[in-house]
C-alpha cells in the first residue's frame, strides 16, 4: 500500500505575523489535510483557523506530540500515514524540526520511507542570520547554553574562540525569562571589539533586531525579558 505524505507546516513566530507567514501553497496544503501530529493542540488549530483553514475542525484528527507524551512509542503517530493518508507536522513556532522535537518524527517517517515535503515559512535562525550582517557562508546554531553560570560563561568564551578561529557566525539562544542574564554574560565575557546581533520578536510588531560591537552594547538599555530572542556573535581575527 502506497504511503502517505508527511507535510512539515511551518507557524508563525509573533502574533499578528499570520501574513508574514504563509504562503498560498501552505493555505491550498492545510485545506487538503485532516490528520496533523502537534506539539501543541491549542496553537495548531489556532494557527489553522488564521491560515484559513476551510474544513471544520471537529473532522481533524490531532495527534499530540508535546512534551509530555515524547519518549512513547511513535508507532500511533504513524497509523494514518502508513495507510496512505497524508498528515500535516506543526511546531508551537516556527519551522517543525529546527530547534524543535518534530525532528524525531521526520527521523522516523524516513525510517519508515514515507516521502517528507517541507514547506517554507518562518525561521527565527535563518532571519536572525539574514539581518545580522554577519557571515551566512558557515554559521552554527548551539540552541540553549548552560544554565550554570560559571558554565555558560565558560561557553560563551568557545563560542567567541570557534568564531574567529573559523570565521564562522555562531547563534544561541534562551529561556525567554533568562535572557536579560544571558544577555548580561554575553556582555561580561566577550572582547569589546566582537560583534553582537540581537533579534528579539522576529516578524512580530514590536521586531527588535541590532547589531552593535560589544563595547558599544556596554552603552545600551535594553529589557529582552519574557521576549523570544536570538543572540548571535561574530568575531574577526
Same mark, same amino acid.
Given at each position: 500500500?502506497?504511503?502517505?505524505?508527511?507535510?512539515?507546516i511551518p507557524v508563525p513566530l509573533a502574533e499578528n505575523a499570520i501574513e508574514k507567514s504563509f504562503t498560498p501553497f501552505l493555505v491550498d496544503t492545510i485545506n487538503s489535510l485532516k490528520t496533523y501530529i502537534v506539539e501543541n493542540e491549542k496553537t495548531a488549530r489556532k494557527c489553522l483557523k488564521e491560515a484559513g483553514l476551510k474544513i471544520p475542525q471537529s473532522d481533524l484528527l490531532i495527534h499530540d506530540y508535546g512534551k509530555h507524551k515524547r519518549g512513547n512509542s511513535l508507532v500511533p503517530?504513524?497509523?494514518? @500515514? +502508513?495507510?496512505? /493518508?497524508?498528515?500535516?507536522? +506543526?511546531?508551537?513556532?516556527? =519551522?517543525?524540526? /529546527?530547534?524543535?522535537?518534530? *525532528?524525531?518524527?521526520? *527521523?522516523?517517517?524516513?525510517?519508515? *520511507?514515507?516521502?517528507?515535503?517541507?514547506?517554507?515559512?518562518? $525561521? !527565527?535562525? #535563518?532571519?536572525? @542570520?539574514?539581518?545580522?550582517?554577519?557571515?551566512?557562508?558557515?554559521?552554527?546554531?548551539?540552541?540553549? #547554553?548552560?544554565?550554570?553560570?560559571?558554565?555558560?560563561?565558560?561557553?560563551?568564551?568557545?563560542?567567541?574562540?570557534?568564531?574567529?578561529? $573559523?570565521?564562522?557566525?555562531? @547563534?544561541?539562544?534562551?529561556?525567554?525569562?533568562? $535572557?536579560?542574564?544571558?544577555?548580561?554574560?554575553?556582555?561580561?565575557?566577550?572582547?569589546? !571589539?566582537?560583534?553582537? =546581533?540581537?533579534?528579539?520578536?522576529?516578524?512580530?510588531?514590536?521586531?527588535?533586531?541590532?547589531?552593535?560591537?560589544?563595547? @558599544?552594547?556596554? !552603552?545600551?538599555?535594553?529589557?529582552?525579558?519574557?521576549?523570544?530572542?536570538?543572540?548571535? #556573535?561574530?568575531?574577526? !581575527?
Open positions: 500500500m502506497q504511503r502517505g505524505t508527511l507535510f512539515l503517530y504513524f497509523k494514518e @500515514l +502508513m495507510l496512505g /493518508v497524508d498528515v500535516g507536522l +506543526m511546531s508551537e513556532a516556527g =519551522c517543525p524540526g /529546527v530547534a524543535d522535537p518534530g *525532528a524525531e518524527i521526520v *527521523a522516523e517517517a524516513h525510517k519508515r *520511507a514515507i516521502k517528507v515535503v517541507p514547506l517554507v515559512g518562518p $525561521n !527565527s535562525m #535563518l532571519q536572525a @542570520l539574514m539581518a545580522s550582517g554577519f557571515s551566512g557562508q558557515s554559521f552554527a546554531f548551539h540552541g540553549y #547554553l548552560p544554565i550554570d553560570k560559571v558554565e555558560r560563561a565558560k561557553r560563551i568564551k568557545e563560542l567567541e574562540v570557534l568564531s574567529m578561529q $573559523n570565521k564562522q557566525t555562531q @547563534l544561541f539562544m534562551e529561556t525567554p525569562f533568562r $535572557n536579560n542574564h544571558l544577555y548580561e554574560d554575553v556582555l561580561k565575557n566577550c572582547h569589546g !571589539s566582537t560583534q553582537l =546581533c540581537i533579534a528579539c520578536n522576529i516578524n512580530g510588531e514590536d521586531e527588535f533586531i541590532k547589531t552593535l560591537t560589544i563595547a @558599544l552594547w556596554k !552603552s545600551e538599555r535594553i529589557d529582552l525579558h519574557k521576549k523570544p530572542t536570538v543572540f548571535l #556573535l561574530y568575531k574577526q !581575527s
